[in-house]
């Protein structure tokens, strides 16, 4: 399957053994062991329950893992640039101006005492050199451009004022804003309502299109990677147990891929109990 | 509802109103639900976040002021405030397991607090017994929450929700906090408890495939209206009356490659 994606002239990320391990009193935990995947301009799926190491590989590519969190591998490139070898300044260049993240729950990470206005002009401002006037309208384009309806009032708004699919456009406005080449998505919707969850979603697809972006969907949900992304990692105690394309999730051959596939309830699905999944030891060896 | 009067419904909620604050503030988060349910039922409220559904739930419990509507258990309105005899008869299981649990009383102590509230003698008993129910060993008795993983503390959530042996569970959002394989443990022993103890259920929950999978009828709730009432055997053909419902459903199915989310909703924007 990766040599199709192998096709490409050089991919956009590449990811060789990467390793994240963390101290701790009771002994040393291997969060992500040994995994390796690259991406093009593509939508990349990665799956997992909790404590799968799906969090810790995006952080992993960002270098977000402080000590005692150790980070190795053989490489972690951007377009041909190894990601392990930079500074610690060159490397805040790389954050957010060629790849971003957007995480989990908007009211966790929009600043709660700043307008949202001041905090998308910053993540304009930090990354180029714009007047205050015209880093001011492109914050606004970019606000409507993820659909929201009267940008003038959320650019002054907080974000206490916002709903969740609101505060989570503006997570993503805000990451779009330096046009980076990567974004990273981490549970993006997971706190939001179902409905909102489509919106947003399409959202995203379609800005990263219109860029050429690479995306990267970590989730817990299956079927909504499966549905949206173009190919999926499925992960399980830190290690990648199954690489699919997106469509032919059914044709999973990993026990636990199907295990996961098979304990979901299903509309119409009758009322016999779920089967649950048998964790084998063989598959965390 | 067109059951005969010889026997009333288990539970009863007729034309519930719960309003919150006033004049400016004021929030209408439960606007006229009616439901009735009879004795080893299980009964769906699907809804979105803002929809009442947890409101009704909490209402029931007497942890919401009802500004109008009656709630009847077999045919006798409930007293307020709900009083013991009403906590013996009816348990509520929360949402998230790491906020709903003491984090510095031991399992035990968590269990047997409302054995000591309402004078059980045999204690003991009673919580290895309770433990056992959920399956989990009498191993777990003196350990902490913070010694569990999230599926075991929502078993301890519903053990002590049990261990008073209530006639009714209400299960709010039950397992949205756990992974999709605990998730089915959960569900599973929550379908094998109903059967063992003939308990009856109102289930709310954000996910209708959950919903669907445990209940027979359900209403759909938004904005604290009931939108639609429905039988699993309609929603199984997606025979479904509101557009809402359907987005329900939609969702539920993973995300679709329509006209709305292509590059085409840039152009038209929504609403």
């Known amino acids: 399957m990766s040599g199709a994606a192998g096709a490409a002239p050089r991919p956009l990320l590449q990811v060789e053994d990467l390793r994240v391990s963390f101290r701790t009193r009771t002994g040393v935990v291997e969060a992500v062991r040994g995994i390796s995947f690259s991406l093009g301009r593509e939508r990349l799926g990665i799956v997992g329950e909790s404590g799968s190491g799906k969090t810790m590989t995006g952080r992993a590519v960002l270098r977000l893992i402080r000590p005692p969190g150790r980070v190795e591998a053989r490489r972690i490139a951007l377009d041909g640039m190894d990601l392990l070898a930079l500074s610690e300044r060159r490397m805040r260049a790389v954050r957010g101006e060629r790849i971003a993240m957007v995480m989990q729950d908007p009211k966790f990470s929009l600043n709660p005492v700043m307008r949202i206005g001041r905090q998308l002009v910053e993540a304009l401002q930090v990354h180029s050199k714009v007047s205050r006037s015209e880093a001011r309208s492109r914050a606004l384009k970019m606000l409507e451009a993820v659909q929201i309806r009267d940008p003038e009032r959320v650019f002054r708004a907080y974000a206490n004022e916002l709903s969740g699919g609101m505060g989570q456009r503006v997570m993503i406005a805000m990451m779009l804003i330096p046009g980076p080449d990567l974004l990273i998505a981490d549970e993006p919707t997971s706190a939001l309502d179902v409905t909102v969850r489509a919106q947003v979603l399409g959202i995203m697809d379609a800005l990263v299109r219109e860029r050429g972006m690479g995306l990267i969907l970590i989730s817990h949900d299956l079927n909504l990677v499966a549905t949206f992304c173009d190919r999926v990692l499925v992960m399980y105690a830190g290690r990648i147990v199954e690489e699919l394309d997106a469509g032919r999730l059914s044709e999973a051959r990993h026990p636990y891929t199907r295990g996961l596939l098979n304990c979901l309830p299903r509309i119409g699905g009758g009322k016999a109990p779920l089967p649950v999944l048998d964790r084998e030891a063989a598959w965390s060896a | ?271």
């Open chain 2, 1 to 271: 509802m067109q059951r005969e009067t010889v026997t009333p419904p288990k539970l009863e909620i007729e034309d519930l109103h719960v309003v919150f604050g006033q004049g400016t503030q004021r929030v209408e988060a439960v606007i006229g639900v009616s439901f009735a349910l009879g004795g080893n039922e299980c009964f769906g409220i699907v809804g979105e976040s803002g929809s009442g559904k947890s409101t009704v739930l909490r209402a029931i419990c007497g942890l919401m002021p009802i500004r109008a509507g009656r709630i009847l258990i077999d045919g006798e309105p409930v007293q307020a405030p709900r009083g013991r005899a009403f906590a013996r008869r009816v348990q509520m299981v929360f949402q998230d397991p790491y906020a709903s649990l003491h984090p510095r009383h031991t399992i035990d102590r968590v269990l047997s607090e409302p054995l000591a509230i309402h004078g059980f003698a045999d204690q003991q008993e009673r919580v290895i017994q309770a433990l056992g129910d959920v399956g989990l060993g009498p191993a777990f008795r003196f350990r902490f929450p913070h010694q569990l993983s999230g599926g075991q503390r929502q078993r301890v959530a519903i053990a002590r929700a049990l261990i008073l042996k209530p006639e009714i569970l209400l299960l709010d959002e039950p397992t949205s906090a756990l992974d999709a394989s605990v998730q089915a443990e959960v569900l599973n022993l929550l379908t094998r408890i109903r059967q063992e103890q003939g308990l009856t259920y109102v289930l709310v929950s954000h996910d209708l495939a959950v919903i669907d999978h445990m209940c027979e009828r359900l209403i759909v709730m938004q904005n604290g209206r009931t939108l639609e009432r429905l039988d699993a055997s309609a929603l199984a053909v997606h025979d479904v009356a509101t557009d809402y419902t359907r987005a329900l459903l939609q969702a539920s199915a993973g995300y679709k490659w329509d006209a709305a989310s292509s590059g085409a909703a840039f152009a038209k924007r929504p609403r």
